[in-house]
């Protein structure tokens, strides 16, 4: 993708969905298929105008030449996949309202702006898009956001863009914390090496 706003909305049931985000940068092979043992359905929505670039046979001869180009893609391709990681384990927070914060956090790394009163996500995200993106009802979103706004957390604004104030890094240290006092650590399986990546952001 070159420009634009795109939804890629994964449906196992007719209400079960699962919404993933896609922006400028991001690599997508929309003919390339999963298994089908259990039956899905994706369909895409433009949530913003969206160009894309179409990288065919004579761009791939040509990006022969310069290997780094492959290599850049490779790394698209790679940040999509953590990424859907990501997302997959914020569905496994217990709380509803710690999932929506660290997800808009999240996207606020990529596409927010930075004003004097917080972080502004223009994105058009509805309580609907925001549950299939957590995991979690709409009716629950709606309650979790009132929570956040009534803490001053998350705002949205007038023109449907919404604003984080505080700082990422404090809130997610109160999640670690709340989490720990409750005994929500999962110890790596015995069998496993724990190998941990080094931190992003």
């Known amino acids: 993708m070159v420009e634009g706003l795109l939804s890629r909305v994964v449906l196992l049931e007719e209400h079960r969905a699962c919404t993933e985000l896609l922006g400028p940068g991001d690599v997508l092979r929309p ?3 999963v298994y ?3 039956p899905s359905e994706a369909n895409w929505h433009v949530m913003q105008p969206a160009k894309v670039a179409a990288l065919d046979r ?3 001869i040509a990006m022969a030449r310069w290997p780094e180009v492959g290599a850049a893609i490779g790394d698209r391709l790679v940040e999509r996949a953590r990424g859907l990681a990501f997302y997959l384990a914020v569905c496994h927070l217990k709380r509803v ?3 929506l914060l660290i997800v808009l956090w999240h996207l606020a790394d990529r596409w927010g702006r930075v004003r004097r009163d917080g972080v502004v996500v223009p994105l058009p995200l509805t309580h609907q898009l925001l549950a299939t993106i957590v995991g979690a009802q709409r009716p629950s979103v709606t309650t979790a956001l009132s929570s956040l706004r009534e803490r001053r957390l998350v705002e949205r604004r007038d023109d ?4 984080l104030r505080g700082q990422a890094p404090e809130n997610l240290q109160r999640l670690r914390e709340r989490s720990a006092s409750v005994g929500d650590d999962v110890p790596p399986p015995g069998n496993c090496e724990d190998v941990r990546e080094p931190p992003t952001g």
Do not use: N
């Not at 449907?160 to 604003?163: E, R, V």
């Open 31 to 33: 003919w390339v298929d």
């Open 36 to 38: 089908k043992s259990v």
């Open 58 to 60: 004579r761009f791939s």
């Open 97 to 99: 309202d710690e999932r």
């Open 160 to 163: 449907g863009d919404w604003l």
